[in-house]
């Protein structure tokens, strides 16, 4: 089993529609989660942290579900520029063994 | 603010020749730096890890290697290339305390062997 899983996608969705992605860990010892979106040949750029009470950042909704060993990301009202690659991101003790996900393509279509 | 800069953009070295890729912060002092790959249509892999001058943790075995001559200077380096090591070369930075250290990528060096 891989350390961190993402539904590699890619998901289709029309402009003003809500799209979730989910991503599962394997270690329980984790202790810092992130999204990071990742445009087409460019570096990872930090989408925002994920905190045990959920957070949102505008359109983005994050949340933690430790029991279950996941993470999700929702994101509202879809924007063209929403189109890229989310890396789910799961940060292990120690603070430097950071595991990312392979990604989960999303494309925006007008 | 902090900024990370990488280079080459991009590069094209022969199968057996030297690599040298540089990476350098402003506008921060003593951070962690990371050296990660990216093969084509995959998830990042973390290559290298420093928490300071001088001092280098490596993840994976591999004919890489890498150095931190300064607090910001981050060097990746190899004697003599792979095809394998093919594949886009990023750079990042994290504060050194703090497990809610987000990191930060450099633009990335896009490394093709041939």
């Known amino acids: 089993r891989k350390e961190v899983e993402q539904d590699p996608g890619p998901f289709n969705v029309p402009e003003g529609a809500t799209v979730a992605f989910n991503c599962t860990y394997s270690?329980?010892?984790?202790?810092?989660f992130f999204w990071y979106r990742q445009d087409c040949r460019k570096e990872p750029k930090l989408l925002m942290s994920?905190?045990?009470s959920g957070n949102e950042d505008g359109r983005f909704t994050a949340q933690l579900n430790r029991a279950s060993q996941y993470i999700s990301l929702l994101i509202r009202d879809s924007k063209l520029s929403d189109s890229a690659t989310y890396l789910c991101?799961?940060?292990?003790?120690?603070?430097?063994?950071?595991?990312f996900g392979a990604g989960t393509r999303l494309f925006v279509k007008a | 603010s902090q900024t990370i800069h990488q280079w080459p953009a991009t590069l094209v070295q022969p199968v057996g020749s030297p690599l040298s890729l540089e990476c350098t912060v402003e506008?921060?002092?003593?951070?962690?730096l990371y050296w990660y790959r990216q093969a084509a249509g995959r998830g990042l892999q973390l290559l290298f890890y420093?928490?300071?001058?001088?001092?280098i943790s490596s993840e994976v075995p591999q004919n890489l290697s890498a150095s931190r001559p300064q607090d910001r200077q981050f060097i990746l380096s190899s004697k003599k290339l792979l095809l394998s090591d093919s594949g886009f070369y990023l750079c990042?930075?994290?504060?050194?305390?703090?497990?809610?250290?987000?990191?930060?990528f450099g633009p990335g060096t896009r490394l093709t062997v041939l």
């Open positions: 990042a930075w994290s504060r050194m305390a703090g497990s809610y250290n987000e990191q930060f």
């Open positions: 270690n329980s010892a984790s202790q810092s």
């Open positions: 994920v905190y045990s």
């Open positions: 991101v799961v940060k292990g003790t120690g603070g430097f063994k950071t595991i």
């Open positions: 506008g921060t002092s003593n951070p962690n």
């Open positions: 420093s928490v300071g001058i001088g001092q």
